[in-house]
């Protein structure tokens, strides 16, 4: 097998433009007139230069990425062949990652490769790729129906309600975030700065410094000489904490123990089962099995502990349980997200009902965040100004002693 690359027109005589791999150039010729293409050229084509991904790059596209490809997708497969819709929408890709991964579906759609088949092209040929298998699989199943460009809707409003949750949760962590940095910064420089210059000012003196003061100069006196051992012991926790994210067994006891956090483990709960729920609902919809949406849906859910727990949900369903049962059994879900789901089941209409419970639990979720970060913008304010406070006591405290010994 070779690849040839080919010039064509189409029926509707427009000129069309790709590869495909074939025996011979005999064969990609064939191929081509069966599809109804009037063949110009086709001869062997150069091999594709490797995208070359760096060691540090994420596997498969953004969510910010996937959202964009997929909405302007569904909106020209509409109106253009899907080889031409990929073509345009591999050109008007923001990046060259996002670029190549369009490229290589679009030269396995035009190969003669569906393309939930060709979503699943890796580099050089190789199964993997860039889309997740949820989002292959709901192509599949608009494929199978015949219903390719409602699917990619019913997807990329999907994402972008995930891309903009997500956005606002960042930009309700920014303030905060950038607040407690500075915060560090400046008693970073007090303790490494200006204690040790006052300190050089007391060495003279005597007497004995106030018990406070001994204790930030002690501590000013660690964080100047040995600065690079706590850089280092910094990094090496934050690369511990990196490697026992990677595991398993170790993964399971950090989520297991969130968990059981107060507030937060209620928060990390509703959230993943807002997720949950959320993919869920568009599967459904998608008239997806629920068997495969739930076997799809489950590996979605980021909490390890609560998905290790809901592996059971597809079997249950399978063996003839109702989903609201299995997922009471499963015991980690919101009471408020098992009553919707009993009543779109007797109701029929399970994928509103899913859809109405992720709405109900990403409000909550958001009014919750909103609420703790109004609290600790003000926390951070006030313990990192007691923080200043107690080293400028520590330099004052001398001084005023100094005061009294001097009868001033």
Not at 117 to 145: C, I, K, Q, S
Not at 209 to 232: C, D, E, K, N, Y
Not at 362 to 378: C, G, H, I, K, W
Request: charged letters at 15%; a positive charge.
């Amino acid at each position: 097998m070779a690849d040839f690359a080919y010039r064509a027109i189409d029926t509707d005589g427009r000129e069309r433009c790709g590869r495909m791999r074939a025996t011979d150039a005999a064969a990609a010729t064939a191929r081509l007139r069966a599809r109804g293409l009037a063949v110009i050229a086709c001869d062997t084509a150069p091999p594709r230069a490797p995208y070359a991904r760096a060691p540090w790059a994420a596997r498969r596209l953004s969510l910010p990425q996937l959202s964009l490809f997929t909405r302007q997708l569904a909106t020209l497969a509409r109106v253009s062949p899907l080889e031409e819709a990929l073509r345009i929408c591999a050109a008007q890709a923001g990046s060259a990652r996002a670029q190549a991964a369009i490229a290589r579906v679009h030269g396995a759609v035009v190969e003669g490769q569906s393309l939930a088949r060709a979503l699943g092209t890796g580099e050089n040929g190789g199964d993997g790729g860039d889309f997740p298998p949820l989002y292959r699989a709901m192509v599949a199943a608009g494929e199978g129906a015949g219903q390719l460009p409602t699917i990619l809707d019913r997807l990329a409003a999907s994402l972008e309600r995930q891309a903009a949750v997500r956005s606002k949760l960042l930009a309700t962590l920014a303030y905060p975030v950038i607040l407690a940095i500075v915060a560090l910064l400046v008693v970073a420089a007090l303790m490494l700065f200006v204690v040790p210059t006052i300190v050089d000012q007391f060495d003279s003196i005597g007497q004995q410094l106030p018990l406070l003061t001994r204790v930030i100069m002690g501590i000013s006196a660690f964080a100047t000489q040995f600065w690079w051992l706590i850089l280092a012991a910094m990094l090496a926790a934050a690369i511990a904490l990196r490697v026992a994210l990677r595991r398993e067994k170790s993964r399971l006891a950090i989520d297991g123990a969130l968990l059981r956090l107060p507030l937060i483990g209620r928060l990390i709960r509703d959230w993943n089962a807002a997720r949950f729920a959320r993919t869920l609902a568009t599967m459904v919809e998608s008239r997806l099995p629920l068997v495969d949406g739930l076997a799809l849906s489950v590996p979605g859910i980021a909490n390890h502990a609560l998905r290790r727990a809901s592996r059971s949900l597809a079997e249950d369903v399978r063996s003839g349980s109702s989903l609201s049962a299995a997922m009471a059994r499963a015991g980690i879900f919101p009471p408020i997200l098992l009553h919707l789901v009993s009543s779109g089941e007797n109701a029929g209409a399970l994928d509103t009902m899913l859809a109405a419970a992720a709405n109900h639990l990403e409000q909550d979720y958001d009014r919750f965040v909103t609420s703790a970060m109004a609290l600790v913008e003000p926390a951070i304010i006030l313990i990192m100004g007691a923080i200043v406070a107690t080293i400028i006591l520590s330099i004052l405290l001398p001084i005023l002693q100094l005061q009294q010994l001097s009868g001033v």
